[in-house]
């Protein structure tokens, strides 16, 4: 499991976790560690396990899974007490830590978190030999096409993303990784975690792209049934209901991941928040 632990020059004493989406590394918070670094957090920032620099094995894939290497991190690095941050399959991966160590965390911050739907109830299933299949046949341009969903407007900027992601099609194992992206997809469709809100203790903030809608499996559904779901902001506020001692915060003209494209605004509003 490949991480990194940034030390802060001036430390307050506190430490932060920052959990990655299923499209992404360790690699592009590096905004977010820079600041978080500066204002006196310890971060640490893994690759999890079927990710990035990190081993990518082919077994089952769960959220209690994925959090107790997590928990294991921690407890190597002598960490026994975090502020959680996760984004997108990361909120999915933070809610489950959460749950799983609650005398671990003292906040949670859930960024544009998927999750907040019960995938099952409106996506067609599919069996893991047609998701893998699909996903064999992943390109650049496929890639790009998805995370360009991501943003109200596409910026040159963000291209670094992409390139983080089409690593692998270059390699002579791409199939393997084709295969571990069917499980981690299947491990989201199957475990979802909002049925639990309810038993979140520790204090929680729900920050999102007010022009957010992304969706797991979206092409899979027709243009009608597309707009009855992922509306983030009203999402956000239904979780809110179910947890209880959280707060929400939708960002104006932001998609799903507002730690790239409003990096000043979101260090801002977490850091209000901590």
């Given at each position: 499991?490949?991480y990194?632990?940034?030390?802060?020059?001036?430390?307050?004493?506190q430490?932060?976790i920052?959990?990655?989406g299923?499209?992404?590394?360790?690699?592009?918070?590096?905004?977010?560690?820079?600041?978080?670094?500066?204002?006196?957090?310890?971060?640490?920032t893994p690759d999890q396990v079927?990710?990035g620099?990190?081993?990518?094995?082919?077994?089952?894939?769960t959220?209690?899974m994925?959090a107790?290497?997590?928990?294991?991190?921690?407890?190597?690095l002598?960490?026994?007490?975090?502020i959680?941050?996760?984004?997108s399959m990361?909120?999915?991966?933070?809610?489950?830590?959460?749950?799983?160590?609650?005398?671990?965390?003292?906040?949670?911050?859930?960024?544009?978190?998927?999750?907040?739907?019960d995938?099952?109830?409106?996506?067609?299933?599919?069996s893991?030999?047609?998701?893998?299949?699909?996903?064999?046949?992943?390109?650049?341009?496929?890639?790009?096409k998805?995370?360009?969903?991501?943003?109200?407007?596409?910026?040159?900027?963000?291209?670094?993303?992409?390139k983080?992601?089409?690593?692998p099609?270059?390699?002579?194992?791409?199939?393997?990784?084709?295969?571990?992206n069917?499980?981690?997809?299947?491990?989201i469709y199957?475990q979802?975690?909002?049925?639990?809100?309810d038993?979140?203790?520790?204090?929680?903030?729900?920050?999102?792209?007010?022009?957010?809608?992304?969706i797991?499996?979206?092409?899979?559904?027709?243009?009608i049934?597309?707009?009855?779901?992922?509306?983030?902001?009203?999402?956000a506020?239904?979780?809110?209901?179910?947890?209880?001692?959280?707060?929400?915060?939708?960002?104006?003209?932001?998609?799903?991941?507002?730690?790239?494209?409003?990096?000043?605004?979101f260090n801002?509003?977490?850091?209000?928040?901590?």
């Open positions: 499991m490949s990194m632990d940034v030390q802060p020059l001036k430390p307050n004493g430490n932060v920052l959990f990655h299923k499209n992404f590394s360790g690699l592009y918070w590096s905004n977010t560690i820079k600041f978080l670094s500066a204002e006196g957090y310890r971060v640490v079927g990710w620099k990190s081993a990518k094995p082919s077994v089952k894939y959220f209690e994925l107790h290497n997590n928990k294991l991190l921690l407890d190597f002598g960490i026994n007490k975090v959680v941050i996760g984004h990361g909120g999915m991966l933070a809610s489950r830590f959460a749950l799983l160590y609650p005398e671990t965390i003292s906040k949670l911050i859930l960024e544009d978190p998927l999750g907040l739907e995938y099952k109830k409106f996506i067609p299933y599919s893991m030999d047609a998701i893998y299949k699909k996903e064999l046949t992943a390109t650049y341009a496929s890639y790009k998805y995370q360009m969903s991501y943003y109200p407007v596409w910026k040159p900027a963000y291209e670094l993303y992409v983080a992601q089409a690593v099609l270059k390699h002579k194992d791409f199939a393997s990784v084709a295969w571990v069917a499980l981690t997809y299947q491990m199957e979802p975690v909002l049925y639990d809100f038993k979140l203790t520790m204090p929680v903030l729900l920050i999102v792209g007010e022009s957010d809608r992304t797991p499996g979206k092409d899979k559904l027709d243009k049934h597309q707009k009855l779901h992922g509306n983030y902001p009203q999402l506020l239904k979780a809110s209901k179910k947890i209880k001692n959280s707060k929400v915060i939708t960002l104006p003209g932001v998609g799903h991941i507002p730690h790239i494209q409003v990096p000043e605004l801002r509003r977490i850091l209000e928040f901590l």
